[in-house]
């Protein structure tokens, strides 16, 4: 198959097509012929060597989720057959032809590939994080980089489940965020005054999926760190605030949120999709932070 791989760790400019073997998969997990695959800064992180693996080996190709048609099915996979619609996780990388998935949901045809591939990372991270600050129906969460992947599902389903979301995001997403039901505002300096003149009873909670250097004006907001989560600002970790990076993938919660998107009680927002050859400019827009919503290939 063709693929996308990095020989050695370093910039966008490492990507390269490259011939591999058909990956074959085990137990319990499917093959797909992609259809399209989402970017997500995490890519850019394992590309720059940033967070390596210690058994990582070269030729790797990057790429956490997928969605296509199955061609092929380990043992045990009794809920899909072949040429059903599937997206999900991938295992041993998503930038190629064929991606081995582990975690999956099947898709209706409503929902288009480059739509659907929106969801899988986004989705868990949201989800897990949600859990994370328990936000409860009735309390205020504050939102930092409601207008992302990231944020966007979990401004959604925080508004769903009952909270009130104050979300911040550039001048020209407020629109945007507005319009997943939370209170928008601008981030950058201010932003602290802004949220309490929006919240003057404070706010209950604080995710941070901007990691644009919020934490310490968060923990101010909240009177502590206990109910302050970061998915994006590794100063975390020097500061006793809890930095959340470890997937707690289902396959249940995935069916559900494929489901919500295709009603549109979900929306997620595509920026650009491009060839799978340009997956170099696709990383290099991810790296700057400003793409502006979801970056999706298709081979």
């Given at each position: 198959?063709?693929?996308?791989?990095?020989?050695?760790?370093?910039?966008?400019?490492?990507?390269?097509?490259?011939?591999?073997?058909?990956?074959?998969?085990?137990?319990?997990?499917?093959?797909?012929?992609?259809?399209?695959?989402?970017?997500?800064?995490?890519?850019?992180?394992?590309?720059?060597?940033?967070?390596?693996?210690?058994?990582?080996?070269?030729?790797?190709?990057?790429?956490?989720?997928?969605?296509?048609?199955?061609?092929?099915?380990?043992?045990?996979?009794?809920?899909?057959?072949?040429?059903?619609?599937?997206?999900?996780?991938?295992?041993?990388?998503?930038?190629?032809?064929?991606?081995?998935?582990?975690?999956?949901?099947?898709?209706?045809?409503?929902?288009?590939?480059?739509?659907?591939?929106?969801?899988?990372?986004?989705?868990?991270?949201?989800?897990?994080?949600?859990?994370?600050?328990?936000?409860?129906?009735?309390?205020?969460?504050?939102?930092?980089?409601?207008?992302?992947?990231?944020?966007?599902?979990?401004?959604?389903?925080?508004?769903?489940?009952?909270?009130?979301?104050?979300?911040?995001?550039?001048?020209?997403?407020?629109?945007?965020?507005?319009?997943?039901?939370?209170?928008?505002?601008?981030?950058?300096?201010?932003?602290?005054?802004?949220?309490?003149?929006?919240?003057?009873?404070?706010?209950?909670?604080?995710?941070?999926?901007?990691?644009?250097?919020?934490?310490?004006?968060?923990?101010?907001?909240?009177?502590?760190?206990?109910?302050?989560?970061?998915?994006?600002?590794?100063a975390a970790f020097t500061r006793n605030i809890t930095f959340?990076?470890?997937?707690?993938?289902?396959?249940?919660?995935?069916?559900?949120?494929?489901?919500?998107?295709?009603?549109?009680?979900?929306?997620?927002?595509?920026?650009?999709?491009?060839?799978?050859?340009?997956?170099?400019?696709?990383?290099?827009?991810?790296?700057?932070?400003?793409?502006?919503?979801?970056?999706?290939?298709?081979?």
């Amino acid at each position: 198959m063709k693929a996308i791989v990095i020989d050695r760790f370093g910039g966008p400019e490492e990507l390269h097509e490259a011939e591999l073997p058909d990956p074959q998969p085990g137990p319990g997990q499917v093959r797909v012929r992609v259809e399209a695959v989402g970017v997500n800064p995490a890519d850019g992180k394992a590309r720059s060597g940033l967070i390596a693996s210690p058994d990582t080996t070269f030729p790797l190709v990057p790429g956490l989720e997928a969605a296509g048609v199955v061609d092929a099915m380990g043992d045990g996979v009794t809920d899909v057959a072949v040429g059903d619609r599937v997206v999900g996780f991938a295992e041993g990388g998503a930038y190629a032809e064929l991606a081995v998935l582990s975690t999956y949901a099947a898709l209706p045809d409503s929902l288009d590939a480059t739509v659907a591939v929106s969801l899988p990372v986004a989705g868990e991270t949201a989800r897990r994080v949600l859990r994370l600050l328990d936000v409860r129906p009735g309390e205020t969460l504050l939102v930092h980089g409601a207008s992302g992947a990231v944020g966007a599902v979990a401004t959604q389903l925080a508004v769903a489940s009952g909270a009130t979301v104050i979300g911040t995001a550039s001048a020209a997403n407020q629109d945007r965020v507005a319009a997943l039901g939370a209170t928008p505002t601008t981030y950058g300096e201010g932003w602290l005054e802004r949220v309490r003149a929006l919240a003057p009873s404070g706010v209950d909670a604080v995710l941070d999926a901007s990691g644009a250097g919020v934490l310490d004006g968060s923990v101010e907001l909240l009177g502590g760190a206990d109910r302050l989560v970061t998915i994006a600002d590794p100063a975390a970790f020097t500061r006793n605030i809890t930095f959340s990076g470890t997937s707690e993938r289902s396959a249940e919660e995935l069916a559900d949120l494929v489901a919500r998107r295709a009603s549109g009680e979900v929306t997620t927002t595509i920026s650009r999709v491009l060839p799978l050859a340009e997956a170099a400019a696709a990383q290099q827009l991810s790296d700057s932070g400003r793409a502006g919503g979801k970056l999706v290939l298709v081979p």
